[in-house]
């Protein structure tokens, strides 16, 4: 028999909620610390554990045919995927922030400015929408830190409480995307993966409805 091939992030803030929901869901799967694949032994299911910015494209190439990953990553990498479900955990924001002694006047404050993210790609369609040009400085981590560096005027970055930008001396002035976790499934699923998916999806609502 097939197996659905499920890719959630191996360790991060998507992890636990991942697989809080398998568990919720009643499978059974051990993961051994470090091993990077896991059967469940009592659904046909497979894990494959792995950095959340490759599970769009593990999915998109059908490597995985299902993924857990932040709609922040989703959008971010675009790549041919379908969202199938919201799940509710990991929610955060992507937020435009600027040093806290600079006076906020508004969108066109970032008008020819330097802004620091990891995220190009929604920051640029958000500008453009805005129409506001300003050049975007792609950093892979510890963005909060480009202003006091000196690399930046100002950053777009994921924020969940805000303390980070506080304790960087930052001040959130626009929230320009919202996001929570997302199951996405690859385009070409055949019959038997779909029917063991929408098994799993009928799992998956019966405990949201539960919870509301
Ligand atoms: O190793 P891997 O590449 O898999 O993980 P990662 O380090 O890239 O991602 P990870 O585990 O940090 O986040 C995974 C996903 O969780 C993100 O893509 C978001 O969808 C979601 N999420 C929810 C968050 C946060 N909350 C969050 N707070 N992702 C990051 N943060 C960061 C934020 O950038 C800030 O620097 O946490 C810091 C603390 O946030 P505050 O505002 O609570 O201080
Ligand atoms: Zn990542």
């Known amino acids: ?77 675009a790549k041919e995927v379908k969202l199938i479900h919201r799940l509710g955990f990991s929610k955060c924001r992507l937020s435009l922030a600027i040093p806290k002694s600079e006076e906020y006047s508004g969108i ?26 300003a050049q975007i400085h792609e950093i892979s981590g510890s963005v909060e830190i480009a202003p006091s560096i000196g690399l930046a005027q100002g950053v777009c970055d994921i924020v969940s409480s805000g303390s980070t930008l506080f304790q960087n001396g930052l001040k959130e002035v626009e929230e320009i995307f919202f996001s929570e976790a997302v199951a996405v499934a690859s385009p070409g699923l055949s019959a038997e993966k779909q029917e063991i998916l929408d098994k799993l999806l009928f799992r998956i609502n019966a405990l949201q409805n539960a919870d509301s």
């Open 1 to 77: 028999m097939e197996k659905l091939r499920l890719a959630i992030q191996k360790s991060g803030r998507l992890s636990e909620g991942s697989m809080d929901l398998i568990k919720k869901c009643g499978i059974k799967v051990s993961n051994g610390k470090g091993k990077l694949k896991a059967e469940a032994s009592n659904f046909p299911i497979e894990f494959l554990f792995l950095r959340d910015d490759d599970i769009p494209g593990y999915v998109a190439d059908g490597v995985a045919d299902i993924g857990i990953v932040g709609e922040n990553v989703l959008v971010e990498k």
């Open 108 to 133: 066109s404050y970032f008008e020819g400015k330097d802004i620091a993210t990891s995220y190009p790609k929604i920051l640029s369609d958000y500008l453009k929408e805005q129409g506001v040009n």
